[in-house]
């Protein structure tokens, strides 16, 4: 299928973006004689395909300048070279500069020189619309494929790209349940599923941000003191750090290599890149969950988030600069080019066409499972992405002054006496 994509891309981009908004023609018609000899007539199709070259704009002479946490290697190197080819010219750091979201949405705010970001989450993008950033605000913008995208928006600011979610999986053969079947009620009931689990070794991070959220669900008190989670919550996050299997190890970054080595029974992983891992499990391990695994089965569903794209207001750039930016946004998520960025780095787009593209009326598995990051917070009227954008510098607080996930044994910490915490300062970070 990749082929099939690379051709389409090909195709696609073969032909110069036609001009958004303002903009002047790079190229002149030709006379409009008639033409009296055959060999010479030009055909209805042929003075079509002329029009269209008529209307194009090379924007290749502005750089535009973007931020994103989802810059792996390989997809700046793919992004930087389509987008040349597609008439853009961009800069963009890997993750070898810029890791993470975090990292990301600072270095723009503080630069203060970026055109456009993509990838972060709604946490992300709801401080961002909320103007928790000083630097950073959006144009109004409305892609021409807004409504492909559904309830992954941002009205006139920021429209979806990627759907990720957060997933529990566990081995079915003699290295896991043996043949029984994992079903839970909330992510947190994993503390009593009686088997070896994976945690993070670490606070912070997209990734065990979302797993922390997903265990978190469960006890959203908008009246806590504690970051809007019960003390419940808490006692049971601590519990899945004490209780799991974790390591420094660069392999055990994520929890998909302990659950194919065999190490552990349950683990969590995100949805990007899974099939890509399994169809390549048995490269690595002794012990492959090749044919052997499924997804814990969980009554609330799990935690989506999207990843988006929007504009920034970047001072000092023309009219003409930021008609070159809209132009590329509007390229880079368009139902061809996500479709193939997709199928590149095996991840499910949020443009319905797109997916339809890529799948067909096959979608995995891993995306229909419900989502309940979309889901009102019982006494709020916030959904509960919105519910953990609002609290997340708190629970990466808490987490911190507590000193969960810990790297290593040695550096395990009591458990804190529950009744007797100051929340109010656990709360703040940490001087």
């Not at 909320?130 to 429209?159: C, F, H, K, M, R």
């Not at 029984?180 to 912070?204: M, P």
């Not at 209780?243 to 290599?257: H, L």
């Not at 989506?304 to 504009?311: F, K, L």
Request: some cysteine; proline content about 2%.
């Amino acid at each position: 299928m990749k082929r099939f994509w690379a051709l389409l891309l090909a195709g696609t981009m073969a032909v110069s973006l036609v001009a958004c908004g303002s903009g002047s023609s790079s190229s002149t018609s030709t006379s409009g004689e008639a033409e009296t000899s055959t060999a010479d007539a030009t055909t209805e199709t042929e003075q079509e395909e002329a029009a269209d070259t008529e209307e194009t704009v090379d924007y290749s002479d502005y750089t535009i300048r973007i931020y994103s946490n989802s810059n792996s290697t390989e997809r700046t190197t793919w992004l930087i070279a389509e987008a040349a080819d597609a008439g853009f010219t961009i800069s963009i750091d890997d993750n070898s500069v810029i890791s993470g979201d975090t990292a990301a949405i600072q270095a723009a705010n503080e630069n203060k020189d970026g055109d456009l970001i993509f990838g972060l989450n709604e946490t992300r993008w709801g401080q961002i619309i909320d103007g928790e950033y000083e630097n950073l605000s959006l144009i109004d913008w409305t892609p021409e494929w807004a409504d492909s995208v559904g309830e992954y928006a941002y009205d006139g600011q920021a429209y979806g790209l990627v759907i990720q979610n957060v997933l529990m999986l566990y081995r079915t053969d003699e290295y896991g349940t043996n043949g029984e079947t994992l079903s839970f009620e909330h992510w947190a009931d994993i503390v009593d599923c009686g088997y070896s689990w994976y945690r993070q070794n670490k606070v912070g991070g997209t990734t065990n941000s979302n797993i922390n959220s997903a265990i978190l669900y469960a006890f959203t008190d908008p009246d806590s003191e504690a970051g809007g989670i019960s003390i419940e919550g808490w006692k049971t996050l601590w519990a899945y750090c004490a209780g799991g299997v974790y390591s420094s190890a660069d392999d055990y970054k994520y929890g998909f290599d302990p659950l194919n080595n065999g190490d552990v029974a349950v683990s969590t992983y995100y949805s990007s890149s899974l099939y890509g891992k399994i169809d390549a499990a048995a490269e690595t391990s002794e012990h492959p969950l090749t044919d052997c695994w499924a997804l814990v089965d969980i009554e609330d569903g799990t935690y989506y988030i999207a990843e988006y794209i929007g504009i920034l207001d970047k001072a000092g750039r023309t009219d003409e600069e930021t008609e070159a930016v809209k132009a590329f946004a509007e390229w880079f998520g368009s139902a061809e080019v996500q479709a193939a960025w997709a199928e590149e780095f095996d991840s499910f787009p949020c443009n319905t066409e797109a997916a339809t593209l890529v799948y067909g009326e096959d979608i995995p598995e891993i995306y229909t499972i419900k989502n309940f990051a979309l889901t009102t917070v019982e006494g709020t009227d916030m959904t509960y992405a919105a519910y953990v954008a609002a609290h997340s510098s708190e629970w990466t607080n808490i987490q911190t002054n507590l000193g969960f996930f810990w790297a290593d044994a040695d550096s395990a910490v009591a458990e804190p006496d529950w009744e007797n915490l100051d929340w109010a300062t656990l709360t703040q970070s940490a001087e």
